[in-house]
T-cell receptor, first 113, second 117 residues
């Protein structure tokens, strides 16, 4: 079946540098995408979302880019901090599918001091 | 922001015990809640969709008689793992969206770590 996936399972980044986490999705009917951050032993925490009628959305220190042509989603974190170390998941939602989320495999981000 | 509370956060019990996990939306109403299961170093797998006032919808391969879901109010859903066995040990997470839109993000509880001895 179609699913959301991530290109890289791990990412090591120097504190202060920018991070880019990538995600590929295969369901062309998905119309809503979300990035979540999950710290050890906790539930996923909402970071930012984007609808399919947009290609970029910015939040505080984070930017999500959506390229529907190649079915690619990315999360950019500016000035990465130690507290950004976590597993990041992209998720997609299809309105016609009872709004269920499909999660990617996750990227583990480790920030080096 | 939206808050989802899950209780208990950690359970250890003997094989054959039934365990109930509660999921509450604290500051918003949720007609739909979702239950996920997550194994170590893996992604979240949707188990079922909990619908207020009606039967839950289970994903393929999830035993509805094993994982009983009750969504009796707009702010509470419960998951009961019946006659739990060691293979049921996992991290169970619930989520909820504000009523009224697929364009609303799901907000997650902090999960319940279930360990069956």
């Amino acid at each position: 079946g179609e699913s959301v996936g991530l290109h890289l399972p791990t990412l090591s980044v120097q504190e202060g540098d920018n991070s880019i986490i990538n995600c590929a999705y295969s369901n062309s009917a998905s119309d809503y995408f979300i990035w979540y951050k999950q710290e050890s032993g906790k539930g996923p925490q909402f970071i930012i979302d984007i609808r399919s009628n947009m290609d970029k959305r910015q939040g505080q220190r984070v930017t999500v880019l959506l390229n529907k042509t190649v079915k690619h989603l990315s999360l950019q974190i500016a000035a990465t901090q130690p507290g950004d170390s976590a597993v990041y998941f992209c998720a997609e939602k299809e309105e016609s599918n009872d709004y269920k989320l499909s999660f990617g495999a996750g990227t583990t981000v480790t920030v080096r001091a | 922001g939206a808050v989802v509370s899950q209780h208990p956060s950690w359970v250890i019990c003997k094989s054959g015990t039934s365990v109930k996990i509660e999921c509450r939306s604290l500051d918003f109403q949720a007609t739909t809640m979702f239950w996920y299961r997550q194994f170590p170093k893996q992604s979240l797998m949707l188990m079922a969709t909990s619908n207020e006032g009606s039967k839950a919808t289970y994903e393929q391969g999830v035993e509805k008689d094993k994982f009983l879901i009750n969504h009796a109010s707009l702010t509470l859903s419960t998951l009961t793992v019946t006659s739990a066995h060691p293979e049921d040990s996992s991290f169970y997470i619930c989520s909820a969206s504000r009523t009224g839109g697929g364009g609303q993000p799901q907000h997650f509880g902090d999960g319940t770590r279930l360990s069956i001895l």
